[in-house]
């Protein structure tokens, strides 16, 4: 008798499990600060790109490359920002992290930044097209445009390992500043991070 | 005398289940609630239906038959409902592979990345799933994926981005490849699938393609030992093509020992230095036919644990030792002697009638051939995949199975105190539990969900030409060279050092 009593309690204690644990989660939506940090899914994030582009190119104007330049020259180095390649496990968006990188060098107004090849172009079309289109002292001539002194290039490459559900991603970010005169280095700078994302195997 | 018969089989499985009596720490369960039970069962019984996965698979196979990858695409799109919240990775699978045959490579991309994610996100299993499948049948689980199909979301998207000429974002899905193998190889057992030969070598064309070239190699050597350690279920011949990449990047990167014993251990291959003179290179990819599809297999079995390794290793459904689990055991205690109806899926291949592809490139005039040689057998991966995991499917199929049997026999006899009489009781238990049983068997189903928009097999042509403009033509064609299919061209202007990859599609 007992037994039987037994049979029906695990069938309704397997059903209850069932039914609890099957509610639907409810969607919420919080607007946060953009400096908020938002680590949910362990992969490269806008608050990493930005970080890097912070902490790098704050570290590349306090070398001494800088003041030997303008020492040198008398004027602040032009800078051109060429190709990042990704290297990593992940499909990161490095035109989002060359932004940010240019926005960091701009803003620091220790060196002048110049437009990119893309941009050039846009820009050159436009001053062709005033050439024809607009007045002749609103027109922009040809020819005045300054070179870059440096290039800087970079790499993210990334090493992972993954056991039991924790993955650990080790994200490493190479930039240098490449002498657009004689190809010297003139400054090497790397960045790291290293995440641990970790899984349960079960939930209720 | 069927009354204290069932009484006794009850206490065995429960004494099964639990080491200890429960009866003493438990509350008495009431008469009343027996009702509700029954009512709760019978609603999960509703609820999963009867739904046929046949005539929604049939329209879709139909399409891709016809070589109508766009139609194909069509019909998964409108069908997203029928996949459901337990198969949305499928329904993600299914999407990228229609939209990479239908040639929109970057709608396929997004599709095969959130694949990508969610089969990351899946790791974590949900007690609810888990109890639901212990209820009602296997396909209650979120659909995972097999290892092997896990394998091809990566090189599939490697794919779609090679064919738009994104080789840096194709890396990346070469180094995703390369990850998920080597954490499957620290996982499964050394017997078990964590090698897919053709995604290593295709992960060093892509190396290759971007000029990194000991990277390249690295994937090349990983393809060919691949190779030739799971021939026993690869059902593909050491390919002629991994040999002669093997020979020719050993001495681009002036490896001189490892070329020398390349040379000696493939005697077949004459080799000759290939000219890099103004050359670009052309990969065809073909697919062909299509994945095979899982259907189920219903068995009697009778319950105990002897039986059940009896039946592992006379019917050919995996390797001869069943896993022990727990759980299982003390069920299947509980209960010997029942025979309960179990259901397991099974390999149904969907053979394409494909021997080889040939590719003919012209230009200026002349024309040369090459042939297409088979890289990976989708089928094979499928059927070993199902191997490995089969002994664990039927150790949780017949625990389910005993499950339900203690649990119909169980609210059988709650529902029968109703009755004035014993005569009364014995009939209504019977009645119900027999009603249950009919209800629960019809609820058992196999698993049988499976990336079935895959081909049955992919091959692969590779080949140099002088740079410039040239028209190629596809075909594939039989066992007796007889033409299957319409030729497919593909005009093109190739640079100096340029790899181009391509992608053809043979239904039949």
């Known amino acids: 008798m007992n037994m039987i009593r037994q049979v029906s309690w695990f069938g309704v ?7 609890l644990t099957g509610c639907a989660t409810e969607k919420r939506v919080t607007r946060v600060d953009t400096g908020v940090t938002t680590d949910l899914s362990g992969r490269w994030n806008d608050t990493d790109s930005k970080q890097v582009a912070e902490k790098m190119i704050g570290e590349m104007l306090s070398r001494p490359w800088l003041n030997q330049f303008a020492t040198r020259e008398g004027r602040q180095p032009v ?103 004689d190809n010297t280095k003139s400054w090497y700078g790397q960045h790291k991070i290293k995440k641990v994302i970790e899984r349960k195997r079960m939930l209720f | 005398m069927k009354f204290f018969h069932h009484v006794d089989r009850t206490s065995r499985l429960f004494s099964g289940l639990f080491p200890y009596p429960l009866t003493s720490n438990l509350p008495v369960f009431p008469t009343s609630f027996v009702p509700v039970v029954f009512f709760l069962i019978l609603s999960l019984v509703a609820l999963e239906g009867c739904a046929s996965h046949l005539s929604y698979y049939d329209k879709l ?98 794919l779609n981005y090679a064919r738009v000429e994104e080789l840096e974002e194709a890396l990346v899905e070469a180094r995703r490849v390369d990850h998920r193998l080597n954490v499957l190889a620290d996982t499964v057992e050394e017997q078990d699938y964590h090698d897919d030969p053709f995604a290593r070598y295709l992960s060093g064309v892509l190396y290759e393609a971007n000029g990194d070239l000991n990277n390249a190699f690295v994937a090349y050597r990983n393809a060919y030992e691949a190779y030739q350690q799971n021939q026993t279920w690869l059902e593909v011949p050491i390919p002629h093509r991994v040999k002669l990449d093997l020979l020719r990047i050993t001495q681009r990167l002036n490896l001189t020992q490892e070329h020398a014993e390349y040379l000696q251990a493939f005697p077949e291959i004459s080799w000759r230095p290939p000219s890099t003179n103004d050359q670009a290179e052309i990969v065809v990819i073909s697919y062909l036919g299509q994945a095979p599809r899982l259907e189920d297999r219903f068995i009697d079995v009778p319950i105990s644990l002897d039986a059940l390794a009896l039946l592992l290793y006379t019917k050919p459904l995996g390797r001869g030792q069943p896993q022990r689990a727990g759980g299982g ?33 012209v230009r200026e005039g002349n024309q040369e051939t090459h042939r297409t040689e088979l890289m990976e057998n989708v089928t094979a991966a499928a059927k070993k995949n199902l191997a490995d995991r089969l002994p664990s499917v039927t150790m949780r199929a017949v625990a389910r199975a005993a499950l339900k049997l203690s649990t119909a026999e169980g609210i059988g006899y709650g529902v029968s105190a109703v009755g004035k009489d014993d005569e009364t009781r014995n009939l209504i238990h019977g009645v119900v539990s027999t009603l249950l049983k009919v209800l629960f068997i019809t609820t058992e189903e196999a698993d049988k969900r499976s990336w079935r928009t895959l081909p049955d097999k992919i091959h692969v042509s590779r080949f140099s030409v002088p740079s410039g403009s040239m028209t190629l033509t596809y075909q594939s064609l039989g066992q007796h060279g007889e033409r299957i299919g319409a030729p497919v061209e593909y005009p093109m202007t190739l640079q100096p050092g340029e790899t181009r990859f391509l992608t053809v599609y043979t239904a039949e």
């Open chain 1, 13 to 19: 204690v397997l059903s209850v499990t069932v039914f």
């Open chain 1, 79 to 181: 800078v051109i920002v060429g190709n990042v390649q990704n290297l990593s496990h992940e499909h990161i968006n490095t035109q989002t992290f060359i932004t940010d990188l240019e926005r960091e060098m701009t803003n620091s107004q220790k060196v002048t930044f110049v437009a990119d090849k893309s941009e050039r172009k846009e820009v050159r079309e436009e001053r062709a097209d005033q050439a024809i289109h607009s007045r002749e002292n609103t027109q922009k001539a040809p020819g005045r445009e300054i070179g870059a002194d440096f290039m800087m290039k970079g790499r993210i490459t990334t090493i992972q390992d993954e056991a039991d559900g924790t993955k650990a991603i080790f994200y490493q970010v190479d930039l240098e500043l490449v002498s657009l005169v």
């Open chain 2, 61 to 158: 196979s139909l399409s891709l038959d016809q070589g109508d990858a766009e139609k194909a695409d069509q019909i998964v799109a409108a069908s997203k409902s029928y996949y459901g919240s337990t198969s949305k990775l499928l329904y993600l699978m299914d999407r990228g592979m229609t939209l990479h045959l239908a040639g929109h490579y970057e709608k396929s991309e997004k599709f095969l990345e959130e694949a990508n994610e969610m089969v990351d996100d899946l790791y974590t299993r949900h007690l609810h799933n888990e109890a639901l499948s212990l209820l009602v049948n296997d396909t209650k689980r979120p659909f995972r994926g097999d290892p092997y199909e896990q394998v091809l979301i990566n090189v599939i998207n490697a």
């Open chain 2, 329 to 361: 055991d003390a069920v299947l205690y509980g209960l010997q002697g029942e025979i309960v109806r179990i259901s397991l899926p099974r390999v149904v291949p969907q053979k394409t009638h494909v021997e080889y592809g040939q590719v003919a490139v």
